[in-house]
């Protein structure tokens, strides 16, 4: 059974950084591509950051480029989200995705077949 889980969210000040990591287990995700999410309340669910498999390219949606990096561990299971520079309006609940194997990279949240609960991150001003 395929299970994302989140973790490294949290508080911080406008400015700060954070790093969200996504294990996944169940299967080998060498072959698949992975992306990251956002939601707030009373909002659809946002794409944020994807990264291919094999070394392949990574994409990320306006708002974040430049502040956040996607990456993805040595053993290919496990994919971070590196924010720098958080700004309030960053403040959401994050969730990680997967895709099916050898598919492309997907801005688009119909696209992903496996998610994970999510992790609130929190901005102040």
């Known amino acids: 059974q395929v299970q994302l889980a989140e973790s490294g969210g949290g508080l911080v000040q406008a400015g700060g950084s954070l790093r969200l990591s996504c294990a996944a287990s169940g299967r080998t995700f060498g072959s698949v591509p992975m992306g990251w999410f956002r939601q707030t309340p009373g909002k659809e669910r946002e794409f944020v950051a994807a990264?291919?498999?094999?070394?392949?390219?990574?994409y990320y949606a306006d708002s974040v480029k430049g502040r956040f990096t996607i990456s993805r561990g040595n053993g290919e299971n496990t994919v971070y989200l590196q924010m720098n520079n958080l700004k309030p309006d960053d403040t959401a609940v994050y969730y990680c995705?997967?895709?099916?194997?050898?598919?492309?990279?997907?801005?688009?949240?119909?696209?992903?077949?496996?998610w994970g609960q999510g992790t609130q991150v929190t901005v102040s001003s």
């Open positions: 990264i291919s498999w094999g070394g392949g390219p990574t």
């Open positions: 995705a997967a895709r099916l194997s050898y598919t492309a990279p997907s801005t688009g949240i119909n696209d992903y077949a496996y």
